[in-house]
């Protein structure tokens, strides 16, 4: 007996290895940045190198906000410089948050925030710079009188669609022509009155992309911009068409893959009021269904719901029968409220874009 005890001390000791706690990308209730974006930007310091050399823009950070809502395995995933990474990583791990919860419980949670880098306020703009600015995005035809004058013709939106011809402050230009699709402005045109400016253009073009196609069009690989500008120098035309970022998601859908934004898109009056909007159906309450639909949808440039659809529904193993109509009834009923919700849209670089967001409808009986 004391040898059988003897060997047992002597046999290795094996320690079974626990899972690792799971990271979420979508939660039931986000992450709070405690005192906001604006603090976070406070906390970030402008490097000295970065400002001499004119360098800005937005930089991604992200990182993982455990349970306690401390932040960890911070990286840079996207920025224009590395002279501002640092500065950026720094500030963020100095963040605290409050923690994101699934099923009542805190949870780690993926999480990219953007940080900005300015050095002054952009000079003012002649109508076709202001145009270009803005190729891609929602037109605002307030902002845009108020920007570059008052329009020669047009300005009449019927659904958010229509041409509207502005003049320029540049004496070059003759006139700009602005289409405009379900308020996303797509396309700009502009005469000029004065060929050798166009052909100035032209050649700074060709200097800095490289020689077009041969109808004159500069492809967005060409530019690094996602647009398209065909010049032609016969007819005194150069024309800007919105089109994919080249630089963004093949798809042009922001918030998956590893894609940041800006400002991720802000559901109006919350998911409180989203909830409120919901209706419970009959069937459900009378089987005594319930549980949490995750819902998932693009926000459009207009903050509008597109492609919606159930990503991750009601437990259906113990369901049968009715009980299964009724479960389909509640997946219905949350992608019915999605669709009547209304977003603040996102945004990249100021521009308006299509992000994939998802958000939980609950279903619970007293």
Do not use: H
């Amino acid at each position: 007996m004391r040898l059988l005890a003897t060997l047992l001390l002597l046999l290795p000791t094996v320690v079974l290895a626990q899972d690792a706690p799971q990271i979420f990308e979508v939660v039931e209730q986000e992450p709070e940045l405690i005192g906001g974006i604006a603090g976070l930007q406070r906390r970030v310091t402008y490097p000295e190198m970065a400002r001499r050399a004119g360098i800005e823009g937005t930089v991604y950070i992200q990182f993982v906000v455990d349970e306690t809502g401390a932040v960890s395995q911070a990286v840079c995933a996207r920025s224009p410089n590395e002279l501002l990474c640092e500065s950026s990583l720094r500030a963020v791990r100095e963040s605290q948050f409050r923690p994101g919860y699934q099923e009542g419980q805190p949870v780690k949670v993926r999480f990219t925030l953007p940080i900005r880098y300015t050095l002054g306020a952009p000079a003012p703009s002649s109508a076709l710079q202001y145009a270009m600015e803005r190729l891609g995005t929602t037109w605002n035809p307030v902002a845009a009188t108020r920007a570059i004058g008052e329009p020669r013709s047009g300005g009449e939106f019927k659904a958010g669609t229509g041409t509207v011809l502005y003049p320029d402050s540049d004496p070059a230009i003759e006139s700009v022509s602005v289409w405009v699709d379900g308020w996303r402005l797509l396309r700009a045109e502009a005469t000029f009155a004065d060929l050798d400016a166009l052909r100035q253009r032209y050649d700074a073009m060709v200097e800095a992309s490289g020689e077009p196609a041969d109808n004159g069009t500069f492809s967005p690989q060409q530019l690094g911009e996602p647009m398209r500008v065909t010049v032609d120098l016969a007819r005194g035309r150069f024309l800007a068409e919105a089109t994919a970022d080249p630089n963004g998601p093949p798809d042009g859908i922001y918030g998956v893959d590893g894609w940041p934004l800006d400002t991720e898109p802000v559901l109006e009056g919350g998911i409180a009021r989203l909830q409120s909007n919901v209706q419970y159906p009959s069937l459900a309450r009378m089987t005594g269904v319930q549980g949490t639909v995750f819902v998932q949808f693009v926000v459009d440039e207009n903050g509008l719901p597109t492609d919606v659809r159930v990503a991750n529904g009601i437990d259906r193993d113990a369901l049968n029968g009715s009980k299964l109509d009724a479960a389909r009834q509640l997946e219905e009923a949350a992608m019915q409220a999605v669709r009547r919700a209304r977003f603040t849209p996102g945004r990249v670089d100021g521009r308006a874009v299509r992000v994939l967001f998802t958000v939980p409808i609950r279903f619970r009986l007293n």
